[in-house]
C-alpha cells in the first residue's frame, strides 16, 4: 500500500472515531508516525477543510468537508432516503432510537441513527462498527450465513464485550435459527450490558441488503414489550422490502 496515503487515512479514522482530545504529539504516538511527517498531514487537512484545530487545547476535530462528503455519499442514492423514512415510522411508533447498519467484513457498520423522542437517549454514532455478532443489527445481517460461511467470518471464539456476549460460533448459529424463525434478531446486554435492541433485516433478491434495529434501557424489556415492537419492526420490514421491490428492483446494495 502507498504509505504517505495510509497516513491521511489513519489519521482520518483516529480522529472520527476518538473520543479523547487529539493533539498534534497524540495522533503521533497513536498512530505510530513522527510529529514532523505528521504535522504538514494535519495543516494539509485543516486548510482543506477535513479537519479544524481548537484555538485553545490545540486538538483537532473532524470539519464540514467530511460531513459534506458523506451527505453526497448518502443522497446519491435515494434508496437511502426511503429507508431512512421507515425508520423515522418505527422511530415514532415506538418512541425509542432507530439506527441502520451494512454488513462489512465481520462489523456491522452504522449508517443512520435517529434518536428517540423521549428524554433517554443512546451513545453511538454513525460511521462507527462492532463485531456483528454482538449486536442485534449484526445477527440480522448474519442471518441467512451457513454454520461454516459463519466459521469464515470469526476463525476465533468471539471476543467478550461484556458478561451477555456471545462465546462462540455455535451460540451464535442458535440465534440465527431463531432469527429465521421469529424474523426477528435480539440482543440484550451483549453489547452495553444496559442496552437491549432488537433488528429487522432488509432483504432483496435474495440478498440481505441492510438491517434495522431499535435499541432501549433493559429495564425497558418485558413480553409485552417485545412483543409490541416486534408486531411494528415486521410490518416496517415488508413495507420497506415491497416499495424496494417496487422502485429499484435492480438494486444490488445500499453502500
Known amino acids: 500500500m502507498h504509505q504517505p496515503t495510509l497516513r491521511v487515512i489513519k489519521t482520518l479514522e483516529l480522529i472520527a472515531n476518538s473520543k479523547e482530545q487529539l493533539t498534534l504529539s497524540l495522533i503521533a504516538k497513536k498512530i505510530n508516525i513522527p510529529v514532523g511527517t505528521l504535522s504538514?498531514?494535519?495543516?494539509?487537512?485543516?486548510?482543506?477543510?477535513?479537519?479544524?484545530?481548537?484555538?485553545i487545547n490545540k486538538s483537532y476535530s473532524l470539519d464540514f468537508k467530511i460531513l459534506e462528503l458523506s451527505y453526497n455519499m448518502k443522497y446519491k442514492n435515494s434508496i437511502f432516503e426511503l429507508i431512512?423514512?421507515?425508520?423515522?415510522n418505527i422511530r415514532d411508533l415506538t418512541n425509542l432510537t432507530c439506527q441502520m447498519g451494512i454488513l462489512k467484513e465481520n462489523n456491522v457498520l452504522y449508517l443512520e441513527k435517529l434518536d428517540a423522542n423521549d428524554h433517554i437517549q443512546l451513545k453511538s454514532f454513525i460511521g462507527t462498527s462492532y463485531p456483528a455478532y454482538a449486536t442485534s443489527l449484526g445477527k440480522a445481517l448474519l442471518s441467512n450465513k451457513t454454520k461454516n460461511e459463519l466459521i469464515m467470518l470469526y476463525p476465533k471464539?468471539?471476543?467478550?464485550i461484556t458478561q451477555n456476549t456471545l462465546k462462540n460460533i455455535d451460540e451464535l448459529y442458535e440465534q440465527i435459527k431463531e432469527i429465521k424463525k421469529?424474523?426477528?434478531a435480539l440482543e440484550s446486554g451483549e453489547m452495553n450490558s444496559q442496552i437491549e435492541c432488537m433488528a429487522i433485516n432488509i432483504e432483496h433478491n435474495q440478498k440481505i441488503i441492510a438491517a434495522i434495529s431499535i435499541s432501549y434501557p433493559i429495564f425497558y424489556s418485558n413480553?409485552?414489550?417485545?412483543e409490541k415492537n416486534k408486531k411494528i419492526l415486521i410490518e416496517e420490514k415488508g413495507k420497506i422490502e415491497k416499495a424496494i421491490n417496487l422502485f429499484f428492483a435492480d438494486l444490488e446494495n445500499i453502500h
Open 84 to 88: 431512512k423514512k421507515h425508520m423515522k
Open 40 to 55: 504538514p498531514i494535519l495543516q494539509t487537512l485543516q486548510k482543506q477543510k477535513y479537519i479544524k484545530c481548537n484555538p
Open 223 to 226: 413480553k409485552e414489550f417485545r
Open 182 to 184: 421469529e424474523k426477528i
Open 157 to 160: 471464539n468471539f471476543e467478550k
